[in-house]
Structures are given as structure tokens and as C-alpha cells.
């Protein structure tokens, strides 16, 4: 598979995630001032892993369907991830030519919506209802000759493929799940970007430390912590997420109404060289407990 298809994928949706992500935006104005590059580590997404009826017959919501995307961009699975205590599995993605053509890794989670009690996976499953999703493999079978739109095409998965969850619904599963209620609001829209700061070869910044306490100068609402240490070979923080004006439908009337929530946040990560069969290697995974932590960014503050 053509790497430059993901290259164009990822672009178009660096632009549509950026202008939403005003932080992602202040980020790369910084770092390009002075001088240094703006590449990204990965790419998170998030999904539901259950079995619902479709036009298409059944379909899995879960990594099942992002990595069939994934997989097509000629992308492999480099890892995987469990998170017991919040119902939640992830994999992350390499593509081969990773460096060659500066592709991101994909973190892909989804929460395993059979694990939640039944009054939640019932509000669940009535809201993801009669789902329309787009096909990958039909994508790419209909534009396989055009890079440009082929990507324009795939670009359309990324969105909500359902129609708005109802206002209690969403906010009786965020009592149990703050991850299905985003999802519910969000679909496959992009959790996060992460600035790489190992790429930024800029000495005005040069590590996580200088980069994160400057963005917190700038204005940009940063986490406390930054999550791992050097010797686990990643250390991570990001922004707080932004709050968006998202769509659900009112209760009594069944009209559209406009509700505040959370949509994404900007991350920042450092990689370090650990040991690995006796040669010191770039790490180049993840730490799960720096996932779990990085997952609560999205969780409405009362």
C-alpha cells in the first residue's frame, strides 16, 4: 500500500483537529518560531467493542473496524493493552516505513461494552442503532487511482456514524463510563494529536519539561504531572481538553438541542533509549499506566 495515502489521511485530519484544538495550534506556532519541527508521535482513537445490526449486516464498533483501516494503510500491530479497571483494551499501530515517510503511530482503544452493567449497555446500544458505516475496503476499491481522494474518502470515517445520543443517555453513561459517553457524542473523531519532542531540534526546547512549562506560560492549561519516567523510556502530559457545543437530542421534545462537553486534547511526548536484548533502542511503544492517566483528560469537570 502507497504510504503516501496515510501521509494525505493524517493531514486532513491534523487540519480539522487543529482548527477544534486551538492548543495543537499554539504548539506548533511555538515550536516553529523557534526553528524546530513539528512531527507527531501517534494518533489516538477511540471506538465501542460490540456487535450491532447494520445495513451492512453486523458489525463490529471496536478496533475490529479502526484496524481494518489501519491495516489497510499498511499499517501493523505493534502492541497491545488492557485496562481492567475501566472496561478498556487498546493496540498501537506501526506502519513499516515509519521513518521513512514520517508516519505517526495509531493507538486504537475501545471499551468492551458487554463488561458494563445492563441498564448501560442497553442506553448504549440504542443510541448506535442502525449505524451506516463506510466500508474501508469499498473505499478503496472505488478511488484506489486518486491518493488524494482516496484519503478525502477515508477521512469521512472519522466522523460520528450514528445519529446524537439523547441528552440523558449520555449523561447517565458518563456516570459509569466518561469514555462510551464521548464516544456516544464523538464517534471516530480524533481523541488526541501528540507533539514529538524528540523531533523538535529546537535547543529553545529541548525536552518535555521546557516544552510543557512553555506552553503553560503561553496560556494553555496543561495536566500537573507528566506521566513515566526515562528509565520506562516515555514520559507524556497534554493539555486539558477543550470544551466544544455538541449536538443531542432534548427528551421531551426530540429536537436538537446544543449541550457544552468535551471533545480532544493535545498531547506531548519524549522518548528515551532503554535496553533491549543487550543494545540500547529507541522505546518505541507504550506504558499503560500512562494511557489510563492520559484517558481521563476528557472527563467533564463538575
Known amino acids: ?36 519541527t513539528v512531527a507527531n508521535d501517534h494518533i489516538a482513537f477511540r471506538s465501542l467493542r460490540m456487535t450491532v445490526d447494520s445495513p451492512q449486516g453486523k458489525v463490529n464498533l471496536g478496533i475490529e473496524y479502526l484496524g481494518e483501516v489501519a491495516e489497510a494503510l499498511g499499517y501493523e500491530v505493534a502492541g497491545e493493552y488492557s485496562f481492567s479497571e475501566t472496561h478498556l483494551y487498546a493496540r498501537h499501530y506501526r506502519h513499516p516505513q515509519q521513518e521513512e515517510f514520517d508516519l505517526p503511530k495509531l493507538f486504537i482503544s475501545e471499551l468492551i461494552v458487554d463488561q458494563l452493567p445492563e441498564e448501560t449497555i442497553q442506553l448504549i446500544q440504542q443510541t448506535v442503532k442502525g449505524v451506516n458505516l463506510l466500508s474501508p475496503s469499498a473505499i478503496f ?8 481522494r482516496l484519503a478525502k474518502e477515508l477521512w469521512k470515517i472519522f466522523t460520528c456514524p450514528w445519529q446524537p445520543p439523547r441528552r440523558s443517555v449520555v449523561e447517565q453513561v458518563n456516570k459509569v463510563t466518561q469514555y462510551g459517553a464521548w464516544v456516544l457524542l464523538h464517534g471516530y473523531a480524533v481523541n488526541h494529536f501528540t507533539g514529538y519532542v524528540n523531533r523538535q531540534n529546537t535547543p529553545e526546547y529541548p525536552d518535555i519539561d521546557t516544552t510543557a512549562r512553555r506552553l ?31 449536538t443531542v437530542l432534548d427528551e421531551l421534545t426530540d429536537t436538537e438541542i446544543q449541550i457544552p462537553w468535551t471533545y480532544a486534547y493535545y498531547e506531548i511526548a519524549q522518548r528515551y533509549m532503554v535496553e533491549e536484548s543487550g543494545k540500547q533502542v529507541l522505546f518505541d511503544a507504550f506504558l499503560g499506566r500512562n494511557a489510563q492517566q492520559l484517558f481521563e483528560m476528557t472527563r467533564i469537570q463538575n
Request: contains cysteine.
Open 1 to 36: 500500500m502507497n504510504p503516501e495515502i496515510a501521509c494525505h489521511l493524517w493531514e486532513l485530519l491534523w487540519r480539522e483537529y487543529s482548527s477544534r484544538v486551538s492548543y495543537a495550534q499554539t504548539y506548533a506556532q511555538m515550536i516553529t518560531k523557534a526553528g524546530g
Open 141 to 148: 476499491k472505488n478511488f484506489d487511482d486518486n491518493i488524494k
Open 216 to 246: 503553560e506560560n503561553l496560556g494553555v492549561p496543561m495536566k500537573p504531572e507528566i506521566e513515566g519516567d526515562v528509565a520506562c523510556g516515555l514520559r507524556q502530559t497534554a493539555t486539558q481538553a477543550v470544551t466544544e457545543i455538541v
